[in-house]
């Protein structure tokens, strides 16, 4: 069974382009997100780990650390990491693991338990290796999302979802559809309207059991 919302995620301990890490230890107080790939130097992941790179800011004021995956070596990593900040025009300061033996994909399920990798390999032979995993302080799992290899991800919804989880975790709110951050917020159904209205001001009752309101400062 593969790794489900609220799962502690795997621990491991893995070479990077940066030296040796062990996750949970990398992760530390921190909030993360682990992006998974299946072969350097392939267009559509050069354009992710771009993007990734472009958003080093946002990352940062999120306290969220980042770490990519492919299943090729470091010395490639290192090699392809000129290509990415070339396309991107950004330095990708990031680290990327180097799952070249497959332990990592297969602990995350990214792959079936029998997979292995044949010489001369292709990103076909790894196309399932296609994953976010957005991971609290607390090492769970908060989310997670799986891509085609032909599909670039959209990072810009990659930090919205970030931004939904950080504020329900602080907040105690949930967010409706295409939130972004600075919009009204759904009321808890553990609240009642007088309840809500003492915590959030006024509310806007949609339906009894749909109300919005301002995030409280």
Partial sequence: MGLRINDTVPNFTAETDQGKITFHDWIGDSWA?????PKDFTPVCTTEFGAV?????????RGTKVIGLSVDGVE?????????????????????????GLEV?????????????????????SQTVRAVFIIGPDKKLK?????????????????RALDG????????????????????VIVPLSLDDAAAE????????????????????
């Fill in 105 to 125: 994909s297969k602990a995350f399920d990214m792959l079936e338990a029998d997979a292995y990798l044949p010489d001369n390999r292709t990103a076909n032979d």
């Fill in 198 to 217: 003492a915590k959030f001001g006024k509310i806007n009752k949609v339906l009894p059991y749909l109300r919005y309101a301002k995030l409280p400062d």
């Fill in 33 to 37: 997100i682990l992006f998974s790939h």
């Fill in 165 to 184: 989880l950080q504020t329900a975790n602080g907040k105690g709110v949930a967010m409706p559809a295409n939130w972004t951050a600075g919009q009204d």
């Fill in 53 to 61: 790179a472009q958003l080093a800011e946002e990352w940062k004021k």
């Fill in 76 to 100: 490639d990593h290192k090699k392809w990491k000129a290509d990415i900040e070339k396309a991107a025009g950004a330095p990708a300061s990031f680290p990327i693991i180097a799952d070249t």
């Fill in 143 to 159: 989310l997670s999302m799986l891509y085609p290899m032909n599909v670039g991800r959209n990072f810009a919804e990659v930090l």
